[in-house]
């Protein structure tokens, strides 16, 4: 059997994608042309390794039963056929992308943007704001890393979780709940403002509330924490935030802080990207800036090994 190669770069975008189009943009081809390509590794295989569900394209359990394996090999070939470059920060140019809601932004970016002007003058940062809605921008190339609570479902997302921030109420120093222990019968009864990028009037507080007996009143919901605090500083409402992470806008407003008084599950720190960055020497030197500044709002705790897509 002739090989040809091509086919596996090919087909491990397929697979990545999950439709002829995007693997054609992936692969700087036509979307005819990607699509023979499908159609000679499908005799190849004896296998439709992708088919049609509506709009979209499923792949079949032998096209994810190949996929990891499809992956290490084009990566193995690009590893041994292109030669190994230093990374030279000082002449490269380069806009990293990074996205994490407000207050991770916030805390992020003062160490951030000064590591990247040290490093050289070709570099940029562009910090986008969380998006109301699940995306595919890591898959697509839109962003280069992505800062958030939860890990990552796509398969080809890789992740390396930095620790964990707890949650506390937040309030004005002249707050009733300023004064004496916060119950949760005190905490229940006091007015909130909720922080959801979606929307939402209930969170996990109320779940645990729910199990207490208690409810609690959400005046409203507001997309950023910066908003919340804003708010919370100027009026009688709560607000529950990530403690550290929120820390520089906690002391801005002069806001006071309690633990909350019942067991909420800490929210853990977490970095995304792409599996096609996973040796990149220039996104790896943006993932170590990123955590170091991170681990020093998360007390230095101990950092997770990066966790590859694959693998």
């Given at each position: 059997?002739?090989?040809d190669?091509?086919?596996?770069a090919?087909l491990d975008a397929l697979?990545e994608e ?5 693997a054609a943009?992936?692969?700087h081809?036509s979307a005819?042309?990607?699509?023979r ?8 295989t004896?296998?439709q ?7 979209t394209?499923?792949?079949?359990p032998?096209a994810?039963e190949?996929?990891d ?8 070939s ?5 030669p ?6 000082g002449t490269l140019?380069?806009?990293f992308?990074?996205r994490?809601n407000?207050?991770?932004t916030t805390a ?5 943007l000064a590591a990247v002007?040290?490093a050289?003058?070709?570099l940029?940062?562009?910090l986008?704001?969380?998006a109301d809605?699940?995306?595919?921008d890591?898959r697509?190339?839109?962003v280069d890393?992505?800062?958030?609570s939860?890990?990552p479902?796509?398969?080809e997302i890789s992740?390396?979780?930095l620790?964990?921030d707890?949650l506390v109420?937040?309030f ?5 709940c300023a004064?004496g222990?916060?119950?949760?019968e005190?905490?229940?009864a ?6 959801s990028r979606r ?8 779940t645990v509330?729910?199990g207490?007996?208690l409810?609690r009143?959400?005046v409203?919901s507001?997309?950023?924490s910066?908003?919340a605090l ?5 009026s009688?409402?709560?607000?529950v ?23 909420l599950?800490p929210?853990?720190?977490?970095l995304?990207w792409?599996?096609?960055y996973d040796n990149d020497?220039?996104?790896?030197w ?5 955590r170091?500044?991170?681990?020093a709002?998360?007390g230095?705790g ?5 966790s590859?897509?694959?693998g």
């Amino acid at each position: 059997m002739q090989l040809d190669l091509n086919l596996m770069a090919v087909l491990d975008a397929l697979l990545e994608e999950g439709s002829v189009t995007g693997a054609a943009e992936r692969l700087h081809l036509s979307a005819p042309a990607t699509s023979r390509s499908l159609g000679r590794i499908r005799r190849l295989t004896g296998d439709q390794i992708l088919v049609r569900t509506g709009r979209t394209m499923t792949p079949t359990p032998y096209a994810l039963e190949i996929r990891d394996a499809v992956h290490h090999l084009v990566e193995q070939s690009r590893a041994i056929l292109a030669p190994e470059r230093t990374l030279d920060l000082g002449t490269l140019r380069r806009t990293f992308t990074v996205r994490g809601n407000d207050a991770l932004t916030t805390a992020v970016a003062p160490r951030l943007l000064a590591a990247v002007r040290q490093a050289g003058p070709g570099l940029s940062v562009r910090l986008l704001a969380e998006a109301d809605t699940d995306t595919n921008d890591l898959r697509h190339g839109r962003v280069d890393l992505e800062i958030s609570s939860a890990a990552p479902e796509l398969p080809e997302i890789s992740h390396e979780t930095l620790g964990e921030d707890r949650l506390v109420v937040a309030f004005r120093p002249g707050h009733p709940c300023a004064d004496g222990p916060l119950t949760a019968e005190r905490f229940a009864a006091a007015e909130h403002v909720l922080v959801s990028r979606r929307g939402r009037t209930e969170d996990p507080v109320d779940t645990v509330l729910d199990g207490l007996g208690l409810w609690r009143r959400v005046v409203a919901s507001v997309p950023t924490s910066a908003a919340a605090l804003h708010i919370a500083s100027r009026s009688e409402l709560l607000v529950v935030v990530s403690e550290q992470i929120c820390r520089p806008m906690l002391d801005a407003h002069g806001l006071r802080t309690a633990t909350p008084p019942f067991a909420l599950a800490p929210v853990p720190v977490t970095l995304a990207w792409h599996q096609r960055y996973d040796n990149d020497k220039a996104h790896a030197w943006l993932r170590a800036r990123v955590r170091d500044v991170l681990a020093a709002f998360l007390g230095g705790g101990s950092v997770s090994h990066e966790s590859p897509a694959y693998g």
